[in-house]
């Protein structure tokens, strides 16, 4: 069972930047993707940014050219750098990781960790 630790969350004023991390507690041997998806006040769960095995990145439109995810070489680390922060980027980030394990996907997430932009 992959385990995920996401930290990095914090309060911050509105316009400024956070760097959230998550580690995952192995490194992952099928075709996989991590990510960050955010929980905010009153809305569903929402897909913030993906990257895969190959460098590949998907972002939610709402951060588009404010955000930034990256991963290290052995790829069990993910990083989001979020800039440019608005009000409504309040909520809580989860990390995740999917696996493709033949025909299954199957998905880990992390504990979650808190973001708070003050206007």
């Known amino acids: 069972q992959v385990q995920l630790v996401d930290s990095g969350g914090g309060l911050v004023q509105a316009g400024g930047s956070l760097r959230l991390s998550c580690v995952a507690s192995?490194?992952?041997?099928?075709?996989?993707?991590m990510g960050w998806a955010r929980q905010t006040p009153g809305k569903q769960r929402e897909e913030v940014a993906s990257i895969g095995l190959l460098g590949d990145t998907h972002y939610g439109d709402s951060v588009k050219g404010r955000f930034t995810i990256s991963r290290d070489k052995p790829g069990n680390t993910v990083y989001l750098e979020m800039s440019d922060l608005k009000p409504e980027d309040t909520g809580v980030y989860y990390c995740h990781l999917y696996e493709l394990r033949g025909l299954e996907l199957i998905e880990f997430w992390g504990q979650g960790t808190p973001v708070t932009v003050s206007s």
């Open positions: 192995e490194t992952s041997l099928w075709v996989n993707r």
